[in-house]
């Protein structure tokens, strides 16, 4: 089965850029989709395959794909960007990362 | 605007099965253009995802989940269902309905707020 590996957390500077990476096999070639999760909501789609961001996210929020990291990038960090940041790619199913939480200091 | 609002039993006791309905708003199952699935969180841990549908009926089953959960689809009412028999205490999650693209590569785009299920005696 395929994996995808996360860190389980990462930390920010207020304003600062975050980044967030996502580790799989040649994931460069699979379509990766990003969610954010703050306490106690349903995910939210941020970024999917691999750069677009979906109507009504900010352009802070970005995302790039090479060899076997995808990264999710979020520019100028905002105390409400603090969440779990979930990938998740399809490989032969649908597999999700085990998750970052993302702590802005 | 779409809404999918879950619904189910929030406490179920173990070795019986659990039933969830998802019902779909301001968008219909009948688009060609998406497929519908559930995915669970365990509290505090991780996503993963059990299984998916197309309005024709076509499912697609976690490999880990498959002997155990049944998905369907009520296209009259506009809604569709779980249910994951044998429970046991690793089934207690928060579960969300969700929609996604009609490719196996498209991202779940629009989710349910979940409903808590505590499998318990």
């Known amino acids: 089965s395929y994996e995808l590996t996360q860190a389980l957390s990462e930390s920010v500077a207020l304003g600062q850029t975050a980044r967030i990476a996502c580790e799989g096999n040649?994931?460069?070639?699979?379509?990766v989709h990003w969610y954010q999760q703050k306490p106690g909501q349903a995910p939210v789609l941020v970024i999917y395959r691999d750069i677009h961001r979906p109507s009504g996210i900010p352009e802070r929020f970005s995302g790039s794909n090479s060899g076997n990291t995808a990264t999710l990038t979020i520019s100028a960090a905002q105390a409400g960007d603090e969440a779990d940041y979930y990938c998740?790619?399809?490989?032969?199913?649908?597999?999700f990362g085990g998750g970052t939480k993302l702590t802005v200091l | 605007q779409l809404q999918l609002q879950e619904s189910g039993p929030g406490v179920v006791k173990p070795s019986e099965t659990l039933s969830l309905i998802c019902s779909v708003s301001g968008g219909s199952l009948r688009s060609s253009s998406y497929y519908w699935g559930w995915i669970r969180q365990p509290p505090g841990k991780g996503l993963e995802w059990i299984a998916t549908?197309?309005?024709?009926?076509?499912?697609s089953y976690n490999p880990s989940l498959q002997s155990r959960v049944t998905i369907s689809v009520d296209t009259s009412r506009n809604q569709f269902s779980l249910k994951l028999n044998t429970l046991t205490v690793a089934d207690t999650a928060k579960y969300y309905c969700?929609?996604?693209?009609?490719?196996?590569?498209?991202?779940?785009?629009?989710w349910g707020q979940g409903t808590l299920v505590t499998v318990s005696s």
């Open positions: 040649n994931i460069e070639n699979k379509n």
């Open positions: 998740q790619v399809w490989h032969s199913n649908t597999v």
């Open positions: 549908i197309y309005y024709s009926g076509t499912t």
């Open positions: 969700a929609r996604r693209g009609i490719s196996v590569s498209d991202p779940f785009d629009s």
